[in-house]
């Protein structure tokens, strides 16, 4: 995964571009890069390693070019393989996976072109280059129209100084806009100290962009206008805040976040719920519903099948994206499939969502990133607006995904009478203590990571949950291992009984998590017997139980709630913080975890 950023205008382009790679260092930090034209011709410097050391190779040098390309890269150990690369006059950074690059790359070997790198980005740009007829942005449509796979690219040209050519097919790229240039990158985050005002590309589009200009063209190669969009999000939001990492600014994020999410969304006391970006949806006549999501948005779904199930009674059945594309359906319009992904760009979840369109279903995307593919091709969209998660670990887009979600299943059932406006207006009472309640957690933070201390050290673990804590425990489970490495399962708290139990001792310690819902006591019988076999355990209990709980080896609390879905946000905060001190404590590189990315493209 990479991030790119492209900057023309009356700005110091280094400067520019640099501060922009800063901000995407999430997606990649094993090479970064960075060209401007200089004269009649342009300037590459790169390196390996993270992106001081990039900042390290220009010091010193005083380059005052107001335009130039940047890139950021995981994956890349050499210099060769870094970008951005070369072919006479073409330069390039590319993001993306060129799918027929042997193919490509045979035929330009037979015309002569010399390869430098192994990377398949150098087959764009040579491709461009033996396409130019002195056009540029000619050059790169027609070079992209042979590239099977995903590709967000930026070219610059010597011959055509001022001219910076964007284009995208299943990559992300937007264009930030600002009244003297342009400044186009992968994510949102590395523009936000120039604009808030934001160009989103659609898949196949290319934009020629000028100090004073931007024209684009769509995959027919038809000049088209694409909307501006304002962000709201402010250049603190993309920062860390004086947290240590993005991953606990994240999670204290929360109390806000899920506030952002109901905005503009709720009356409350009326127990109404607007959801316009639904209006068309033929909620009388659905069938099914199907979620298709990857991680913690998985995670998320399965909460979702229980809000839907309870509130709406939709059938409601949850596949693993990479999966659903091998499944043997029958699927028509009243078939509802949601997908969900914080990013928007999850190939998985986009080929997921192309196949249920192609099988006759509609589809409803759920993300945060604006403006993000997957929103943009589906039948129906809803943001979530957690604003930007930079943290490879998903935090508060969980908790913002599982919101949206309820108020989806309570819309729903409303609209099919099955609940009532009085019923989700005490829901909505619960709700809006939610912030508070989880400011309440996190003022007690010191007590999860006095217990994570405790369990640092541990190899394995397993996280146990039941009905609305089941979807937790695998949450948790997931936040532990990619955070800290040490192995964790999460499992429906009944199966432990079936297999797993074989394996607790007091080195391979069990979470269960026991807040006040309804099934508590049938988890509390089985937290009972892991303990009698000899386990290690720990819990998350209720603030109501805290002098009458089943005996565990370290307890945590959560306030009480009167609706039980509640303690969904809650418990989530808790195995959050809990997987964070566990990294914290280990001396892991939590924001940028080994071996992942933000997101999987
Ligand atoms: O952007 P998405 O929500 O589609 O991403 C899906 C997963 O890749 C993501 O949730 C991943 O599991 C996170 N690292 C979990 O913290």
Same mark, same amino acid.
């Given at each position: 995964?990479?991030?790119?950023?492209?900057?023309?205008?009356?700005?110091?382009?280094?400067?520019?571009?640099?501060?922009?790679?800063?901000?995407?260092?999430?997606?990649?930090?094993?090479?970064?890069?960075?060209?401007?034209? &200089?004269?009649?011709?342009?300037?590459?410097?790169?390196?390996?390693?993270?992106?001081?050391?990039?900042?390290?190779?220009?010091?010193?040098?005083?380059?005052?070019?107001?335009?130039?390309?940047?890139?950021?890269r995981?994956?890349?150990?050499?210099?060769?393989?870094?970008?951005?690369?070369?072919?006479?006059?073409?330069?390039?950074?590319?993001?993306?996976?060129?799918?027929?690059?042997?193919?490509?790359?045979?035929?330009?070997l037979?015309?002569?072109? &010399?390869? &430098?790198?192994?990377?398949?980005?150098?087959?764009?740009?040579?491709?461009?280059?033996?396409?130019?007829?002195?056009?540029?942005?000619?050059?790169?449509?027609?070079?992209?129209?042979?590239?099977?796979?995903?590709?967000? @690219?930026?070219?610059?040209?010597?011959?055509?100084?001022?001219?910076?050519?964007?284009?995208?097919?299943?990559?992300?790229?937007?264009?930030?806009?600002?009244?003297?240039?342009y400044?186009?990158?992968?994510?949102?985050?590395?523009?936000?100290?120039?604009?808030?005002?934001?160009?989103?590309?659609?898949?196949?589009?290319?934009?020629?962009?000028?100090?004073?200009?931007?024209?684009?063209?769509?995959?027919?190669?038809?000049?088209?206008?694409?909307?501006?969009?304002?962000i709201?999000?402010?250049?603190?939001?993309?920062e860390?805040?004086?947290f240590?990492?993005?991953?606990?600014?994240?999670?204290?994020?929360?109390?806000?976040?899920?506030?952002?999410?109901?905005?503009?969304?709720?009356?409350?006391?009326?127990?109404?719920?607007?959801?316009?970006?639904?209006?068309?949806?033929?909620?009388?006549?659905?069938?099914?519903?199907?979620?298709?999501?990857?991680?913690?948005?998985?995670?998320?779904?399965?909460?979702?099948? &229980?809000?839907?199930?309870?509130?709406?009674?939709?059938?409601?059945?949850?596949?693993?994206?990479?999966?659903f594309?091998?499944?043997?359906?029958?699927?028509?319009?009243?078939?509802?499939?949601?997908?969900?992904?914080?990013?928007?760009?999850?190939?998985?979840?986009?080929?997921?969502?192309?196949?249920?369109?192609?099988?006759?279903?509609?589809?409803?995307?759920?993300?945060?990133?604006?403006?993000?593919?997957?929103?943009?091709?589906?039948?129906?969209?809803?943001?979530?607006?957690?604003?930007?998660?930079?943290?490879?670990?998903?935090?508060?887009?969980?908790?913002?995904?599982?919101?949206?979600?309820?108020?989806?299943?309570?819309?729903?059932?409303?609209?099919?009478?099955?609940?009532d406006?009085?019923?989700?207006?005490?829901?909505?009472?619960?709700?809006?203590?939610?912030?508070?309640r989880?400011?309440?957690?996190?003022?007690?933070?010191?007590?999860?990571?006095?217990?994570?201390?405790?369990?640092?050290?541990?190899?394995?673990?397993?996280?146990?949950?039941?009905n609305?804590?089941?979807?937790?425990?695998?949450?948790?489970?997931?936040?532990?291992?990619?955070?800290?490495?040490?192995?964790?399962?999460?499992?429906?708290?009944?199966?432990?009984?079936?297999?797993?139990?074989?394996?607790?001792?007091?080195?391979?310690?069990?979470?269960?998590?026991?807040?006040?819902?309804? @099934?508590?006591?049938?988890?509390?019988?089985?937290?009972?017997?892991?303990?009698?076999?000899?386990?290690?355990? @720990?819990?998350?209990?209720?603030?109501?139980?805290?002098?009458?709980?089943?005996?565990?080896?370290?307890?945590?609390?959560?306030?009480?709630?009167?609706?039980?879905e509640?303690?969904?946000?809650?418990?989530? @905060?808790?195995?959050?913080?809990?997987?964070?001190?566990?990294?914290?404590g280990?001396?892991?590189?939590?924001?940028?975890?080994?071996?992942?990315?933000?997101?999987?493209?």
């Amino acid at each position: 995964m990479c991030g790119i950023v492209g900057y023309i205008g009356e700005r110091n382009a280094v400067d520019t571009i640099i501060n922009g790679l800063s901000h995407l260092e999430y997606k990649g930090y094993d090479s970064a890069g960075i060209a401007v034209p &200089q004269g009649a011709g342009v300037t590459i410097i790169r390196a390996v390693g993270k992106l001081d050391n990039l900042k390290e190779a220009l010091s010193g040098k005083e380059i005052a070019a107001t335009m130039g390309i940047g890139h950021i890269r995981w994956q890349a150990h050499t210099e060769v393989n870094a970008h951005p690369n070369r072919s006479d006059h073409i330069v390039l950074v590319h993001d993306g996976i060129v799918e027929n690059y042997k193919e490509l790359k045979d035929k330009l070997l037979n015309a002569g072109y &010399q390869f &430098q790198s192994d990377t398949d980005t150098e087959v764009i740009t040579h491709l461009i280059h033996s396409m130019y007829k002195g056009d540029l942005s000619k050059a790169v449509y027609d070079a992209v129209a042979k590239v099977k796979g995903a590709y967000a @690219v930026l070219a610059i040209s010597t011959k055509e100084p001022e001219k910076l050519v964007a284009a995208r097919r299943s990559s992300p790229l937007i264009i930030g806009v600002e009244e003297g240039g342009y400044i186009a990158t992968s994510d949102i985050p590395a523009a936000l100290e120039i604009t808030r005002d934001f160009i989103s590309l659609d898949d196949g589009d290319l934009a020629l962009i000028t100090p004073k200009n931007i024209t684009i063209y769509d995959n027919t190669g038809k000049s088209i206008q694409r909307s501006t969009i304002h962000i709201d999000w402010d250049e603190e939001m993309a920062e860390r805040d004086g947290f240590d990492d993005f991953m606990i600014k994240e999670i204290h994020e929360q109390p806000r976040t899920i506030m952002d999410t109901l905005r503009g969304k709720i009356i409350p006391d009326e127990g109404r719920i607007f959801l316009g970006e639904l209006q068309e949806l033929d909620v009388a006549n659905l069938e099914r519903i199907i979620f298709l999501a990857c991680g913690t948005s998985w995670h998320a779904s399965l909460l979702g099948k &229980q809000f839907i199930e309870r509130y709406a009674h939709i059938p409601v059945e949850v596949d693993i994206a990479s999966e659903f594309p091998y499944r043997d359906l029958q699927l028509n319009k009243n078939t509802l499939c949601i997908c969900i992904s914080q990013s928007g760009e999850t190939t998985d979840t986009k080929v997921a969502m192309r196949s249920a369109l192609d099988k006759g279903a509609q589809v409803l995307a759920i993300c945060n990133v604006v403006g993000a593919s997957l929103a943009k091709e589906s039948t129906y969209a809803i943001y979530t607006h957690a604003g930007p998660e930079i943290s490879i670990a998903s935090t508060k887009a969980f908790t913002s995904q599982a919101l949206t979600i309820l108020l989806i299943a309570l819309w729903l059932g409303e609209r099919r009478k099955v609940t009532d406006n009085k019923q989700i207006a005490e829901i909505f009472k619960d709700l809006m203590i939610v912030p508070e309640r989880i400011n309440a957690i996190l003022e007690q933070k010191e007590a999860v990571k006095a217990v994570a201390d405790q369990y640092k050290d541990s190899k394995n673990f397993v996280y146990l949950g039941r009905n609305l804590t089941a979807p937790i425990a695998l949450e948790g489970a997931l936040k532990l291992k990619e955070t800290s490495y040490i192995h964790a399962e999460g499992y429906p708290a009944g199966e432990l009984r079936h297999g797993p139990i074989a394996l607790l001792d007091k080195t391979f310690p069990a979470m269960f998590l026991a807040p006040g819902i309804k @099934v508590q006591e049938s988890i509390f019988s089985i937290l009972q017997e892991a303990k009698a076999k000899g386990g290690r355990v @720990v819990a998350v209990f209720s603030e109501k139980d805290r002098d009458n709980h089943p005996e565990c080896d370290h307890a945590l609390f959560v306030p009480d709630c009167e609706v039980e879905e509640m303690a969904v946000f809650l418990t989530v @905060v808790v195995a959050q913080l809990f997987a964070y001190y566990c990294a914290k404590g280990l001396g892991r590189d939590i924001d940028k975890p080994r071996n992942l990315s933000k997101a999987v493209i």
